[in-house]
């Protein structure tokens, strides 16, 4: 494709070298450049692109480009100002629009959206309709599963795998969309078809500094539905139960169907209730009336946190218009995400459960889910992660001493603050509410092994922060870690 036409509609500050010229691809990884590419010179949080310009030339880019300058730059050189907005649009127009071809749902919220985008896509599998899904655990579709460094990747690999989702002819595409993507545009100027929003609760305020700031960023995935181009009905499915919900349900910006969903009461002409709820140890069930039909519902699932996700699921799946009665069949057999909830094998007399959970809301959710299986004691470890919002550290704290019978304090992703120094800010919580059912061991392999070795009969212990990852960041270094397969290892070889 020709460089002059790929930037026909963008603006640029200024060209430096000639635009007639032939692109073969693109690229804004210095590293996996090829000959003909166009090289995108991000800022990132710890270095600058420009910096790689060199290197990209020298691996083939014949244009970079970046929002200054590059000195005695060797190819075409296009200075914009934003680098991240304009890969977007010149990577929709290389890929020739592939989100117009796809039916495209959209989950955001503070938990739920991997649960979430997981049953639906167990739901479809069960339909035999092909989906492609991408999220925190990985980017999937077809028989190609690519490990997820991002929830929401960049829109240049966001449209090379909807490009190819278009051509194994998969209709629809599932995508966890988070905060941060909506805020630095990743997903500037895809069109979607559906938004969910699960809920809103404190975290990534290192990043948003308010809660307001990070209510804003997700609405820009809701305001962006009246975008439609592919003429075709739009839907907000919205928890109701939740403050921002409310706000989101109320907001007359929203252009699109509004589909209410909650636990409580029904909101709006288009909704999907669950009434008359019973948790228990196996699973749970609730009357559903919706919009779209009632009956009666019994899932696998424990806990109210994922009634919700079930509705959610509800939603989207009747909403894109499949069959009612089909998809309430397939709800009772419905598959939960890694890592959310999941049991480690090895145990006869007491359980050892992983859990995600890294807010102090997803924290109290897990919690409660567990407290239904009537546990002899509830044993949680837990940790919060290094460069991150430190104010939820206290709060998780408070939780975990309050709804746990004794608790290790631990540590997550140090990244590059002191682990023991996390750990303080952690127990400031327990101190507050004057609990000292706790324990500090910073070695999170040695906390989860005291942990384990200090469980009885029926008691369950909870490893939460984690869940499906497989790695702790320490400084700048991923180190393999999985509390899986920690805990698994702790009872073969000690219980």
Known sequence: MNLKNLIDSIKVKKIFGNTDIDIRGLSYDSRKVSEGDIFFALNGAHTNGIEFADQAISKGAVCIISDTKIDNCKCTNLIVDDVFSCMSKISAKFYDYPDKKLTIIGVTGTNGKTSITYMTESIFKKLNIDIGVIGTISYRYANVVIDAPNTTPQSLDLYKMMSEMVKLNIKYLIMEVSSHSLALGRVSGIEFDIAVFTNLTQDHLDFHKSMDNYFDAKKILFYSLSVNLKNNKKFAIINSDDFYGKQLLEDSNITANKISYSASSKTGSLFCLAKNILLNSTGSCFDLESSFGNAQINVNQIGLHNIYNILAVFCICTSIGLEFIKVVDCLREISGAPGRLERVNGSKDFSVIVD?????????????????????????VFGCGGNRDKTKRPKMAKVACSMSDFVFITSDNPREEDPDEIIKDIVVGAKEINKTNYRTVADRKEAIKQAILGANKNDVVLIAGKGHENYQIIGRTKIHFDDRETASEILKNFR
């Open 356 to 380: 995600y959970a890294h807010t102090d809301d997803a924290l109290k959710n897990v919690l409660s889910a567990i407290k239904n299986l009537n546990p002899a004691k509830i044993i949680t």
